[in-house]
């Protein structure tokens, strides 16, 4: 595939952040001219173009077409091929994804719903060093997509670009409404919905999505910052992550963090890194008050919090990865209790004095990673108290389907 688009072009960005985190090879080809637009595409001006432009392998173009657009064009947004599942899982991240290879491999009737691409969070690292069996690490996206054609191999059915928006639990069935207006229903569900980044709240914000300011690593946009300062928000291991990879092509990297040290929130490896590298430079006591530019962001104002002095640095490109927030909106009307933050509080974190709360329907007491409605799910980081890791959410999603059968045997 070939993707033509001008420099700065947030369309652009969402079609190949959504390509890269998908494993689909493409080319990008930046348009900056009438004469870049005649020499690729044959089309005199660039005005008259809609940009950005998909062209599949078979020479077919695409105008300004949106993700869902593209993936639908690909085959991959498809119908639920059952009215009634075994299971259903919401989010292919780790989690999800563990949990739909071991589900599909123990003959469940599955259907994995993702409403955006495979992957997750950890789709967008450019490099997980930590997990177990890859020494020289391994890409997130391939990561993911491996696990995907496992899941497919044991018989996975999944849909893509469909987000579960509310769900009713009745007569031993979760029933989910979708944002596109269908309906699934299913005698158990994991929800792997993960966390959704936060953002930094600053009035202008908005404006430069994309056009300069990324939300996470931003893992498809390193090629682009060749000679550039960038600038990266937080000092968890994703911001790490994307500080290394950043390095190996931008002339300097940023790190700009409200601490006083990278120790207490980054694992060893990346504090050695970091400090060793020429490239990197990190702001203690810092953070992000300010942007500005025109088409795109030009400049950013940092804060010392200490005393509140301003300084004024010109990038082009700003990457914030300073956690999120969980994606549990869909369980706001259940049963289902979540914590004040809004990870969903599952097993003996559901106990108070040893008693299970009311809305609680079974003798027994919550399985380890079941929340408060019987027979409803949670694993990977969108769970209360859940460690937040590649490892532990692939785990997770394991152990959830070990649940899943305990539950389905006594409900039969
Ligand atoms: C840049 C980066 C680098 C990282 N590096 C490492 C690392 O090196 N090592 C490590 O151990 N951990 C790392 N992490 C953390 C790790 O990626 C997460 O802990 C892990 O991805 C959590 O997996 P998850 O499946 O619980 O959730 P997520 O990965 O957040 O996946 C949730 C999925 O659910 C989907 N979803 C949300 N709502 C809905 C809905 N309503 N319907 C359908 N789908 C929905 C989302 O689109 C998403 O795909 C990194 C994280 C980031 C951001």
Not at 254 to 274: C, E, F, Q, W
Request: charged letters at 25%.
């Amino acid at each position: 595939m070939r993707l033509y688009g001008q420099p700065n072009s947030p369309e652009a960005y969402a079609l190949r952040d959504f390509l890269n985190r998908s494993v689909v090879e493409f080319d990008w080809v930046e348009l900056t001219c009438d004469a870049d637009c005649d020499n690729e595409l044959g089309l005199p001006s660039l005005e008259n173009v809609r940009l950005p432009v998909v062209e599949l392998p078979s020479g077919e173009r695409m105008f300004a077409p949106t993700v869902r657009e593209v993936a639908e064009r690909l085959g991959w947004v498809t119908q639920p091929r059952f009215k009634d599942y075994d299971l259903s899982i919401y989010g292919a991240g780790p989690a999800g994804l563990s949990a739909a290879v071991y589900a599909a491999s123990e003959g469940l009737r599955t259907v994995l719903v993702e409403r955006q691409a495979i992957g997750g969070q950890a789709g967008t690292s450019s490099l997980i060093e930590n997990y177990m069996g890859f020494p020289q690490g391994i890409r997130g996206a391939e990561l993911a997509e491996r696990a995907r054609q496992q899941a497919v191999k044991f018989g996975i059915e999944i849909l893509l670009m469909r987000e579960g928006v509310k769900s009713e639990f009745r007569n031993n069935h979760i029933y989910t409404e979708m944002a596109d207006g269908g309906k699934m229903s299913a005698k158990a569900n994991i929800c792997a919905t993960g966390i959704e980044y936060r953002r930094l709240d600053l009035p202008n914000e908005n404006q430069f999505l994309n056009l300069g300011v990324f939300y996470g690593a931003g893992a498809s946009e390193a090629p682009f910052c060749l000679n550039e300062h960038v600038f990266v928000i937080g000092g968890g291991n994703s911001a790490g992550q994307a500080t290394m990879h950043f390095s190996r092509y931008a002339t300097k990297v940023t790190m700009v963090i409200r601490g006083d040290n990278l120790a207490t929130t980054l694992s060893h490896y990346l504090v050695k890194r970091i400090s060793e590298s020429e490239k990197i430079e990190v702001l203690f006591h810092s953070e992000v008050t300010g942007l500005d530019g025109d088409k795109g962001l030009r400049q950013i104002e940092i804060s010392d919090r200490r005393n509140g002095t301003k300084q004024i640095f010109e990038t082009q490109r700003l990457f914030v990865c300073i956690g999120g927030v969980p994606n549990t909106e869909w369980a706001k009307d259940t049963s289902i209790i979540r914590d004040a933050a809004g990870y969903l509080v599952t097993g003996s974190d559901l106990l108070k004095n040893g008693q299970p709360p009311r809305c609680w329907t079974l003798e027994r007491d919550p399985f380890f990673l079941e929340t408060s409605v019987a027979g409803s799910f949670a694993a990977g980081d969108v769970r209360h108290n859940s460690i937040k890791r590649v490892a532990s959410a692939a785990g997770e999603g394991a152990m959830a389907v070990a649940f899943v059968h305990k539950y389905l045997e006594e409900s039969a």
